[in-house]
């Protein structure tokens, strides 16, 4: 049962920051997706409610060519899955919010809220930092911006400091010749995923690698990175065999935990299958 709490509704921005530097006790809810679980299974009691859905000066999507994409915190992930800016742009994000749970949850669901709650399986993140995003946060005191891989901490811990919002998730466009691919592995549809990966591809003139980014979900407390394997490719004219080392290599530096949907041996097996197919995946599409 969810505790009695006191529900508070700033209209802008300002507002918030200020309501949210007041009340010691007060937890941020937007789409209520993540949150209200925690709290129906009583593990927080929140005093106060902060609820940022409808500040309209955080929900946009923004593009342009110099700036890259643009997405205010409490854009939901249906409203990212159906924008066409996306769609030409960044194909890769669009087809991942298609397979987050359902689209129930995707139009309450936000962007903001899913960074936030820093769930290690989460979809969004992985796919973001292979597209080199960041992430605009602040509060009463300023504002910050760092890259999106920085800002988790931990399980379901980020770099936010207390009276803080997320504010804006910033991707760069993508270079000519880049391609990038995401899947996650669940066991039933519209699920969180067992693990995940991710990857993008840059190719050079000569058609060889000239950036590389495979980052992995659930493979630990924060998503991960697989730099030992991107600096393997870099500089190479890829192939399979080399996506098959790559794969290697994630399946061994990552830290995934068993539960009960599977070992850990499983899963590094899983991770070292899905990270080459979304080389492969990448490259292909960095190459059309
Ligand atoms: C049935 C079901 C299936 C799901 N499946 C998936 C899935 O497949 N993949 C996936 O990634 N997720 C999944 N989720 C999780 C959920 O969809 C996301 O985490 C969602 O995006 C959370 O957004 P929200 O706006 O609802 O956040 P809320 O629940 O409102 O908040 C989540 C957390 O973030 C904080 N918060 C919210 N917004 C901000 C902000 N702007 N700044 C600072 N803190 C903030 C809150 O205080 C809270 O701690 C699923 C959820 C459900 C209920």
Redesign the pocket.
């Known amino acids: 049962m969810i505790n009695d709490f006191n529900y508070l509704k700033p209209g802008t921005l300002k507002e918030a920051f200020a309501m949210y530097a007041e009340h010691d006790d007060c937890?941020?809810?937007?789409?209520?997706?993540?949150?209200?679980?925690v709290m129906r299974q009583g593990m927080i009691a929140p005093e106060y409610l902060l609820d940022?859905k409808h500040i309209k000066e955080l929900n946009y999507i923004k593009f342009d060519k110099k700036e890259g994409l643009r997405i205010g915190?409490?854009t939901t992930?249906r409203t990212i899955e159906k924008s066409d800016v996306i769609k030409k742009n960044y194909p890769v994000l669009v087809s991942m919010e298609n397979k987050?749970?359902?689209i129930q949850?995707r139009n309450?669901?936000?962007i903001?809220?899913?960074i936030?709650?820093a769930?290690p399986a989460?979809?969004?993140a992985p796919v973001l930092i292979a597209l080199k995003a960041g992430v605009k946060f602040g509060g009463a005191a300023g504002e910050r911006t760092m890259p999106l891989e920085d800002f988790f901490v931990d399980y379901f811990e980020t770099a936010?400091n207390k009276g803080e919002?997320?504010l804006e998730i910033q991707v760069p466009l993508p270079e000519p010749k880049t391609g990038a691919a995401y899947q996650k592995f669940n066991l039933l549809e519209?699920?969180?995923?067992v693990v995940a990966a991710a990857a993008s591809v840059t190719l050079n003139g000569n058609g060889k690698c000239k950036d590389a980014r495979i980052v992995l979900g659930n493979a630990g407390s924060t998503p991960r990175r697989i730099k030992g394997a991107e600096e393997l490719l870099v500089g190479k004219a890829l192939n399979e065999k080399l996506f098959a080392e790559a794969g290697k290599i994630a399946s061994e530096d990552c830290e995934p935990v068993a539960d009960i949907h599977a070992s850990e041996e499983n899963r590094r097996h899983i991770l070292g299958v899905l990270t080459k197919r979304m080389l492969q995946k990448a490259f292909e599409e960095a190459k059309a």
């Open positions: 937890k941020v809810i937007c789409g209520g997706q993540s949150l209200l679980i940022i915190a409490t992930h987050l749970a359902s949850v309450w669901g936000t903001g809220g899913n936030a709650h769930d989460g979809d969004p936010l919002l997320v519209s699920d969180m995923g």
